[in-house]
């Protein structure tokens, strides 16, 4: 009998043996759905190993990763998949090393069986996928931790998984599953709850007194140390789909976007050099440390620098002019009343071209307001029309950082 005959015997025997206790098959797993988690059954060379996890942990973890079509792949993908989170191991049962057909099904027949009750066991006393959280020193490989802290982020505890991140970079770990040269499974798990975290900005205060009073609690192993502590159910209104909340909160934050990022009229025409040039350097920097914190080394260390700088400065030059904007936003939303004064048209024009998709171009007209011999910039194309020395009357307010904001000019009356 050839090796690969045995394979085929073997395959048989087990597929059948299984469909008597509830079991699918796929290559050389064994696998079962109930109670909201994934019982898999992994034959290896000498034993079969049984391991639990939550069904939504999968789910989670390829939305996390990026890789949210594998949700629509057989179930048998939570087993077998390169991208599949590992489960904590319930029990293992050895294989005996035979050719005998009803020999094999008597191994395979107890090993289902033994799974069986297992499984019952293990959902008595975990009735709840959703506060399961896994007993770390009986996990079937994984380094990264990423069962826990999927556990941790399912349940609202975000702080709690960007803190075991932060240590696990302390110490210089290196995850399992990496994407291209500076990314890996903790980068995206921290830019998820990152985005997770814009939302609590504006719904933690007004919604934390409407947590369910009545919420479940249950005591789980968590950590290597296996502590016990109690775990709280997610609120109800924690449970609805993310894009909910921002339709919900539209009419809230796009009226303020537009208002503090408005590019058209400006009332800071200049702003200095330094502080673009020291914004650009910022971010350069910041860039160029994460970069080596991934320990590089030879060409791919001048690679990644090259590119962090690059890739800094562009995102500089965008953070500087975000924060021109709300700036800006903010010292006219809190102006003064109008004031109007007499002002005379120096020789100060300058003309400024935009190019691109939207009307950007300027046309700054320098004025000298006759009290207080004050200067003043005011980005208008009628007034930019105004020969010089002409008199005119201004209307402006003052900001609330002190730079003046335009409002209209008229002639003087005769």
């Given at each position: 009998?050839?090796?690969?005959?045995?394979?085929?015997?073997?395959?048989?025997?087990?597929?059948?043996?299984?469909?008597?206790?509830?079991?699918?098959?796929?290559?050389?797993?064994?696998?079962?759905?109930?109670?909201?988690?994934?019982?898999?059954?992994?034959?290896?060379?000498?034993?079969?190993?049984?391991?639990?996890?939550?069904?939504?942990?999968?789910?989670?973890?390829?939305?996390?990763?990026?890789?949210?079509?594998?949700?629509?792949?057989?179930?048998?993908?939570?087993g077998t998949g390169a991208y599949s989170l590992s489960g904590q191991v319930l029990a293992t049962y050895e294989i005996k090393d035979t050719a005998d057909k009803s020999?094999?099904?008597?191994?395979?027949?107890?090993?289902?069986?033994?799974?069986?009750?297992?499984?019952?066991?293990?959902?008595?006393?975990?009735?709840?996928?959703?506060?399961?959280?896994?007993?770390?020193?009986?996990?079937?490989?994984?380094?990264?931790?990423?069962l826990y802290l999927m556990a941790l982020i399912h349940n609202g505890?975000?702080?709690?998984?960007?803190?075991?991140?932060?240590?696990?970079?302390?110490?210089?770990?290196?995850?399992?599953?990496?994407?291209?040269?500076?990314?890996?499974?903790?980068?995206?798990?921290?830019?998820?709850?990152?985005?997770?975290?814009?939302f609590r900005l504006f719904t933690k205060w007004p919604l934390k007194h409407l947590k369910r009073s009545d919420?479940?609690?249950?005591?789980?192993?968590?950590?290597?140390?296996?502590?016990?502590?109690?775990?709280?159910?997610?609120?109800?209104?924690?449970?609805?789909?993310?894009?909910?909340?921002?339709?919900?909160?539209?009419?809230?934050?796009?009226?303020?976007?537009?208002?503090f990022f408005d590019l058209h009229k400006r009332t800071l025409y200049d702003v200095p050099w330094w502080i673009w040039f020291g914004g650009c350097?910022?971010?350069?920097?910041?860039?160029?440390?994460?970069?080596?914190?991934?320990?590089?080394?030879?060409?791919?260390?001048?690679?990644?620098?090259?590119?962090?700088?690059?890739?800094?400065f562009a995102c500089g030059v965008m953070a500087v002019g975000a924060c021109v904007g709300l700036f800006d936003g903010i010292n006219r939303l809190f102006a003064s009343g109008p004031i109007s004064e007499t002002a005379i048209v120096t020789n100060g024009k300058f003309h400024h071209i935009g190019r691109g998709r939207g009307d950007f171009s300027r046309f700054v007209t320098v004025v000298e307001l006759k009290t207080g011999n004050r200067i003043m910039k005011i980005d208008d194309v009628e007034l930019y029309k105004v020969p010089p020395r002409s008199e005119v009357i201004i209307t402006y307010r003052h900001g609330l950082f002190g730079i003046y904001v335009f409002d209209k000019f008229s002639y003087p009356s005769e």
């Open positions: 009998m050839t090796d690969k005959e045995y394979k085929k015997i073997i395959a048989d025997v087990r597929r059948s043996v299984s469909r008597k206790y509830g079991f699918r098959q796929s290559s050389y797993i064994n696998f079962e759905v109930d109670g909201g988690y994934f019982f898999c059954l992994s034959f290896l060379t000498d034993e079969a190993r049984l391991t639990v996890k939550p069904m939504y942990a999968d789910d989670l973890w390829w939305d996390i990763w990026g890789a949210s079509e594998n949700k629509k792949e057989p179930m048998s993908l939570r020999k094999l099904e008597s191994l395979f027949a107890q090993v289902f069986n033994d799974a069986t009750a297992e499984i019952t066991r293990f959902i008595a006393d975990n009735p709840d996928a959703d506060l399961f959280y896994p007993d770390e020193s009986r996990m079937d490989h994984d380094p990264d931790r990423l505890r975000e702080e709690e998984a960007m803190a075991i991140i932060r240590e696990a970079r302390k110490n210089k770990h290196r995850c399992m599953f990496r994407s291209g040269m500076f990314s890996d499974s903790y980068t995206y798990i921290r830019r998820w709850c990152d985005r997770k975290s814009i919420a479940s609690e249950n005591a789980g192993r968590v950590s290597a140390g296996c502590d016990i502590e109690k775990h709280r159910r997610k609120p109800w209104y924690r449970l609805l789909p993310e894009w909910v909340y921002w339709v919900v909160l539209a009419p809230v934050y796009i009226p303020v976007l537009f208002y350097l910022s971010v350069s920097v910041y860039f160029l440390i994460i970069t080596l914190k991934n320990g590089l080394k030879g060409n791919g260390l001048f690679v990644g620098m090259l590119m962090s700088v690059t890739l800094g």
